[in-house]
């Protein structure tokens, strides 16, 4: 069994910054793609950021150029740092993990960004 857990959410004013930060515990034969979504509300889900088993990433169009999805020295972290912050960066921020045949979410950190 494999728990996530997301931390770095908080309020941030527009133009700020926050890192956050996927852990993954538990057994887990391999990690095959990494990820991050959020989701408004109201608002569909949406894919933030990826990073697979090659380490290539790929962003939404609305973060590209502010956000940097990385990997931690250890194989069982992941980030997102948020430069230039804007209003519609609110949202709950979900890491979410691929490994083998098995998909993992992580329960959300809120991001809130106002002045």
């Known amino acids: 069994q494999v728990q996530l857990v997301e931390t770095g959410g908080g309020l941030v004013q527009p133009g700020g910054s926050l890192r956050l930060s996927c852990a993954a515990s538990?057994?887990?034969?391999?990690?095959?793609?990494m990820a991050w979504y959020r989701q408004a509300p109201g608002k569909e889900r949406e894919l933030v950021a990826v990073?697979?088993?090659?380490?290539?990433?790929n962003y939404a169009d609305s973060v590209k150029g502010r956000f940097t999805i990385s990997r931690g020295n250890v194989e069982n972290m992941v980030y997102l740092q948020m430069n230039s912050l804007k209003p519609e960066d609110t949202a709950v921020y979900y890491c979410?993990?691929?490994?083998?045949?098995?998909?993992?979410w992580g329960q959300g950190t809120q991001v809130t960004v106002s002045s």
């Open positions: 990073m697979n088993g090659g380490t290539s990433t």
């Open positions: 979410n993990v691929r490994g083998g045949i098995y998909i993992y």
């Open positions: 538990g057994s887990m034969f391999s990690i095959d793609a």
